[in-house]
Nanobody, 120 residues
Framework: VQLQASGGGLVQVGGSLRLSCTAS????????MGWYRQAPGKQRELVAV???????DYTDSVKGRFTISRDNAKNTVYLQMNSLKPEDTAVYYC???????????????WGQGTLVTVSS
């Protein structure tokens, strides 16, 4: 299973970016899909997560600014980021919880990370 993330870049304070992440390869089903981020010198943190049925949750610092969504037919998760702040600068990683076959155990898979830089 491979996760390909895209959409990162350099943006000014108050700007917007949209991240995308598509899962490919031998995957039978996907449960939760989410985005994490890791700023320099800090631990990786969960930013947003969305369940297969659409239930969403966000870390407090991004509520009202970020929106997570998914397209189950495309095995893709998105993160729309608005009103970006310098403290949003980080490498963003997509993550899915899925299984490769009906009988396989569910496990987490990670994308390669995409850098978001918010300049002031």
């Amino acid at each position: 299973v491979q996760l390909q993330a895209s959409g990162g870049g350099l943006v000014q304070v108050g700007g917007s970016l949209r991240l995308s992440c598509t899962a490919s390869g031998n995957i039978f089903s996907i449960n939760d899909m989410g985005w994490y981020r890791q700023a320099p010198g800090k631990q990786r943190e969960l930013v947003a997560v969305i369940g297969r049925g659409g239930l969403m949750d966000y870390t407090d610092s991004v509520k009202g600014r970020f929106t997570i969504s998914r397209d189950n037919a495309k095995n893709t998760v998105y993160l729309q980021m608005n009103s970006l702040k310098p403290e949003d600068t980080a490498v963003y990683y997509c993550n899915i919880q899925g299984r490769r076959t009906l009988l396989a155990s569910s496990r987490h898979y990670w994308g390669q990370g995409t850098l978001v830089t918010v300049s002031s």
